[in-house]
């Protein structure tokens, strides 16, 4: 698939979008400036990216606990994410949302979801709301291999694919469910497989290759806008860091991690980059100068902007 | 054996009630989300994993139907499981197979089996853990016949609770607040029981009751020692279980003081207050010298940010207030 300049420099940035943002994100939590919960994306960024950039505005995404990098790269404004996750009253959700808890609906983004296996059925009702009014509009459920295991994820498959639903389901197989591995909760090495129960399209792709998800979300994407259903992509991928920030992590070994970050999907896009000419080194260097710059903005306003007053607490209940 | 006893935190002691009686009754194993090496979301299972291996200590694919049914099912077998739920929040995935088969197995089999199950549960907001893993859920549990509802707010309550819990024959929801893990206090190093359905009188006070679950057995206390320095002297009634309701305990308290305050975390309306007032109301009503008064949470979800968060929270501000507005 051949790709416009303009497309491949856009990945780059929001890759680094989002190392960046989730990089201070890890320096705050750290020195205890954020409350609550954070949960990083950080090595995970080419599957957000990739599949995200097979979409439109207009088309929708279903986010999980780990959002950040979802959100980041369905266009989610960096100031206004920022300062929700510092609780402030400027932040997406006034401060009653949090990390786990994002939402733009202007950008298609139907929010992060605190609880495992959340989005499947909110995505079936969401691309059924797509299919029923005509729109073409495609949905993308995020959901993680733990997830996949849940009876809601299982349930939207079916039901997405009975309805022949437009939505696509990408899971980010990162190995672990918290500190569960794969193998002590599933029996299939594939997860992708288990599309075949639903007779949907099952296709792995290395999750660290941003070029990769993003040829099979667009074939998933193209399928789904033609009416002929929904597909699962399973993405291989790695998290960097505990399953939350303060996660001592120790069921997994050094050695694994080690192997996946020197498969880190950003320099490895770079290389492709300034190889085929794409950008030059000193261009890719500019972009993450200024992306840096960008995110140092938005930590100054999250920082500068009020806490919610208590008299805002009983607004939004209901409509 | 003299009973011994030492300095423990309501998790150390509930970690030692699984201990304890694992080593029992080979019958009771725990299943559950990263309860094994892990030790469990908060830390509760720590250790156990080491001592008892996997067969007893069973990680479970994130699958909280899966978890609260097949403790159901081994249950109904004949094995006496204690599952854990990371969040009380999550329960909403597992709802049908905790109120439409563990707890009407027994009803519904004309007594055939027994459902010997015990389903731990951390709520309560103020970790900034939002909406979706911060509530406080118990009157849900209250209002289902055949269940059991245990919300201790001791060291001391939760061990000897959590074993008879775990003895019970029936399933048994055991609500722990996530602030009071590391609260600690004195604890028997022995096993002992502390039946369900009993209340305690943590206070003694003549001029009003507060009637106080969980974490807002805290608050209340703290309530009655501000009041005291206002010459109100404050009884504080912890039923520990809100199904079976220890009612005696209520209505003696309040026939001897004749004034009432219900205080809990969950949302006021149509909060365990809700029908705490209500019984008090129905059978005891002559001995109240003002109406009830009710301290929860307001009707909303429970909030991300900090201020929010705090505000959310009922305290023992709002405590000391309800009480000064029966004057
Ligand atoms: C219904 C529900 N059960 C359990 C949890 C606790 N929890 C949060 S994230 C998580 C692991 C999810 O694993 P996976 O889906 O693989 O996503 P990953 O964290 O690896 O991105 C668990 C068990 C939850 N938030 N919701």
């Not at chain 1, 993680?144 to 939505?167: F, M, Y």
């Not at chain 1, 002929?228 to 996660?247: M, V």
């Not at chain 2, 549960?121 to 509530?135: E, F, K, L, T």
């Not at chain 2, 207050?273 to 129905?282: F, R």
């Amino acid at each position: 698939m051949a790709l416009s300049k303009k497309t491949l420099i856009h990945m780059y940035e929001t890759m680094n979008k989002i190392r960046l943002f989730e990089q201070k994100l890890q320096e705050f939590f750290a020195a205890g400036e954020i409350p609550g919960f954070v949960h990083l994306y950080l090595g995970e960024e080419a599957v957000a990216t990739g599949a995200c950039s097979a979409l439109t505005d207009a088309d929708m995404i279903t986010s999980t606990h780990r959002g950040h990098g979802h959100l980041l790269a369905k266009g989610g404004d960096l100031k206004l994410m920022m300062a929700e996750i510092f609780g402030r009253s400027t932040g997406y959700c006034k401060g009653k949302g949090g990390s786990m808890h994002i939402a733009d609906f202007d950008l298609g983004i139907l929010g992060a979801n605190g609880i495992v296996g959340g989005g499947g059925p909110l995505a079936v009702g969401a691309s059924l709301a797509s299919k029923y009014k005509q729109t073409k509009d495609v949905t993308v459920c995020f959901f993680g291999d733990g997830a996949s295991n849940q009876g809601t994820t299982q349930e939207a498959l079916n039901a997405a694919s009975a309805w022949k639903l437009p939505l696509v389901f990408v899971n980010e197989n990162n190995g672990y469910g918290i500190s569960c591995p794969q193998c002590k909760s599933m029996a299939v090495v594939d997860i992708a497989d288990r599309a075949a129960a639903y007779d949907m399209p099952g296709v792995v792709v290395d999750g660290n290759d941003v070029l990769a998800v993003y040829e099979a979300v667009s074939e998933a994407v193209k399928r789904a806008r033609n009416g002929e259903g929904p597909s699962l992509i399973e993405c291989k991928t790695y998290r960097w860091r505990g399953h939350f920030e303060g996660d001592a992590c120790t069921y997994r070994c050094t050695e694994e991690l080690e192997e996946w970050m020197a498969k880190d999907p950003i320099p490895r896009f770079e290389a492709k980059l300034v190889e085929g000419k794409t950008l030059t080194q000193k261009e890719a260097d500019k972009i993450k100068e200024s992306i840096a710059k960008e995110v140092a903005e938005a930590v100054a306003f999250a920082k500068e902007s009020p806490m919610p007053a208590t008299s805002a607490l009983m607004d939004d209940v209901y409509a | 054996m003299e009973n011994t006893m030492s300095e423990k935190t309501y998790l150390q002691a509930l970690n030692e009630a699984l201990k304890l009686e694992m080593e029992r009754d080979e019958n009771v194993f725990i299943l559950g989300e990263d309860v094994g090496q892990f030790g469990g979301c908060f830390g509760v299972t720590q250790g156990l994993f080491d001592q008892f291996g996997e067969r007893r200590v069973m990680d479970t694919p994130i699958t909280e139907s899966t978890i609260v049914g097949a403790a159901a099912g081994a249950a109904a077998a004949g094995l006496r499981p204690v599952a854990e739920l990371m969040f009380v929040d999550f329960i909403g995935v597992a709802m049908d197979q905790l109120f439409n088969q563990a707890a009407k197995m027994r009803f519904m089999f004309g007594g055939k089996t027994t459902v010997p199950m015990t389903l731990r549960m951390p709520q309560g907001a103020g970790i900034g853990a939002a909406a979706q893993h911060s509530q406080s859920l118990e009157s849900w549990f209250m209002n289902i016949p055949g269940l059991k509802v245990v919300i201790p707010s001791t060291p001391y309550d939760a061990k000897g609770l959590l074993i008879s819990a775990i003895r019970d024959d029936n399933p048994v929801v055991f609500l722990e607040h996530k602030l009071l893990y590391g609260v600690s206090g004195e604890v028997p190093d022995e096993s002992y029981t502390i039946e369900i359905g009993k209340g305690e009188v943590k206070r003694e006070g003549t001029d009003v009751t507060i009637v106080a679950t969980s974490l807002m057995v805290h608050s209340a206390l703290e309530a009655a020692e501000r009041l005291k320095a206002d010459g109100i002297d404050a009884e504080v009634v912890d039923p520990r279980c809100l199904q079976p309701l220890d009612k005696d305990i209520i209505l003696d308290s309040v026939k001897k003081t004749h004034a009432l305050v219900v205080a809990h975390e969950a949302v006021t309306f149509a909060g365990p207050g809700a029908e705490i007032a209500a019984m008090v109301a129905e059978e005891a009503l002559d001995y109240l010298d003002a109406p009830v008064k009710r301290v929860g949470a307001p009707f909303c979800p429970v909030p991300f940010s900090p201020p929010l968060e705090q505000f959310y929270i009922p305290n023992a501000d709002n405590i000391v207030e309800a009480v000064k507005s029966l004057r």
